[in-house]
T-cell receptor, first 112, second 115 residues
Framework: GQQVMQIPQYQHVQEGEDFTTYCNSSTTLSNIQWYKQRPGGHPVFLIQLVKSGEVKKQKRLTFQFGEAKKNSSLHITATQTTDVGTYFCAGTINQAGTALIFGKGTTLSVSS | DSGVTQTPKHLITATGQRVTLRCSPRSGDLSVYWYQQSLDQGLQFLIQYYNGEERAKGNILERFSAQQFPDLHSELNLSSLELGDSALYFC??????????????FGPGTRLTVL
């Protein structure tokens, strides 16, 4: 079936180090969204990417959508303890698609 | 606070029982989505309703059913519960039918424990 794979599953960094999570789909995606879930919380929307090769930045976070629209990445520069949580990518398969297919997430822990 | 409310917050029940989870979407949102989150399976899409009609179906078991009422709140019914149904159940809502440019806003979740 349609799958969205995300790696790594877990990542521990020292505060100030960079962090990247990667998302890969077996099928071309019409768009990809990224969500963050803090420990004990619920997923919160971060951003949506739609165009092939698109790059968007939010402060220390950089999001990329691959040229083939089958992969995406989230890069955090100089992590802070507030970045702790699980980052999910989620995509829709076609323009009429409504269901988001979520990756299993990357859980980031940061030590100071 | 996303504006999506879910009740109850916690639910503890026994195997074989039936429970109902309730979700009220954000004001103005027409779509409601249900997700199951467990440690080993991640966030699994169950079902979506748009303006009262079923719009998309995911990995929802036959023992589970949902509906969206005229006031747009939704209920997820889980029956013949098994130990493996223990999970966090999230409801999310969005303005439109979903897909591109339609952000989903998640509620706080209902933690179901089946003993």
């Amino acid at each position: 079936g349609q799958q969205v794979m995300q790696i790594p599953q877990y990542q521990h960094v020292q505060e100030g180090e960079d962090f990247t999570t990667y998302c890969n789909s077996s099928t071309t995606l019409s768009n990809i969204q990224w969500y963050k879930q803090r420990p004990g919380g619920h997923p919160v929307f971060l951003i949506q990417l739609v165009k092939s090769g698109e790059v968007k930045k939010q402060k220390r976070l950089t999001f990329q959508f691959g040229e083939a629209k089958k992969n995406s990445s989230l890069h955090i520069t100089a992590t802070q303890t507030t970045d702790v949580g699980t980052y999910f990518c989620a995509g829709t398969i076609n323009q009429a698609g409504t269901a988001l297919i979520f990756g299993k997430g990357t859980t980031l822990s940061v030590s100071s | 606070d996303s504006g999506v409310t879910q009740t109850p917050k916690h639910l503890i029940t026994a195997t074989g029982q039936r429970v109902t989870l309730r979700c009220s979407p954000r004001s103005g949102d027409l779509s409601v989505y249900w997700y199951q989150q467990s440690l080993d399976q991640g966030l699994q899409f169950l079902i979506q309703y748009y303006n009262g009609e079923e719009r998309a179906k995911g990995n929802i078991l036959e023992r589970f059913s949902a509906q969206q009422f005229p006031d747009l709140h939704s209920e997820l019914n889980l029956s013949s519960l098994e130990l493996g149904d223990s999970a966090l159940y999230f409801c999310a809502s969005s303005k439109q039918i979903g897909g591109m440019a339609d952000t989903q806003y998640f509620g706080p979740g209902t933690r179901l424990t089946v003993l």
